[in-house]
């Protein structure tokens, strides 16, 4: 498990011009609360925070004036359009607590190639010690053929991990291959005439006299 220090600063003003100005010198402001403790309001460098978040579930030591929390980011707002963070909320965790987490599922193994991968599910619900949590899971695909799927209860956990998401939900799901029939020209046999299209021709004797 990933775990990364950061030290941060008190935030002593709020509002949108406020969260702007923190912004604007490199900074991204945020909270951290949990266990019934009273929020503390913060603003951290924003490049060591993308840089951390790239690691899905990270640990966040958070260095306030020489106090350290151990946190958990649990959401994580950016810009629509220009993608730059705009606020995080951090969760307060201890070393023995267990917590459930999103987790992603990475799958392998061969599978029936005729078929088409469909991942309907990229992460997964658990439950595990917040200093234990994975960063992805492992789902083998080994021998699924077209028409079949994988399962949450199919995804493998570590010891101490238990699983919080419906274990009949979908995870990937190989679909079969659409196969396009083209219509195919008949040729007549020897002595019969071609298919003719429009009004049947007069049976002999039915022609009109003239």
Not at 68 to 96: C, F, Q
Not at 161 to 180: F, G
């Amino acid at each position: 498990m990933a775990e990364i220090s950061i030290k941060a600063l008190r935030r002593l003003e709020f509002g949108k011009g406020a969260s702007r100005r923190i912004r604007r010198d490199g900074q991204v402001p945020a909270v951290i609360y949990g266990h019934g403790s009273q929020p503390v309001h913060i603003s951290l460098p924003a490049k060591e925070v993308l840089a951390a978040i790239k690691t899905s579930n990270v640990l966040l030591d958070i260095d306030i004036e020489g106090s350290v929390e151990l946190t958990l980011p649990k959401s994580i707002v950016r810009n629509p359009l220009k993608g730059h963070l705009e606020h995080i909320d951090l969760l307060l965790v201890r070393r023995d607590e267990r917590v459930t987490v999103s987790v992603p599922v990475h799958a392998e193994g061969t599978f029936d190639r005729d078929g088409i991968l469909e991942h309907v599910q990229n992460t997964i619900e658990v439950e595990c010690l917040a200093i234990s949590i994975p960063q992805f899971l492992e789902l083998d695909l080994t021998g699924l053929m077209a028409g079949e799927s994988k399962t949450a209860a199919d995804v493998k956990l570590p010891q101490g991990t238990t699983l919080v998401s419906d274990p009949t939900s979908i995870v990937v799901h190989l679909s079969v291959r659409a196969t396009i029939e083209e219509p195919v020209a008949v040729a007549p046999a020897e002595g019969e005439a071609a298919p003719t299209t429009g009004e049947a021709a007069p049976a002999e004797g039915d022609s009109e006299k003239k």
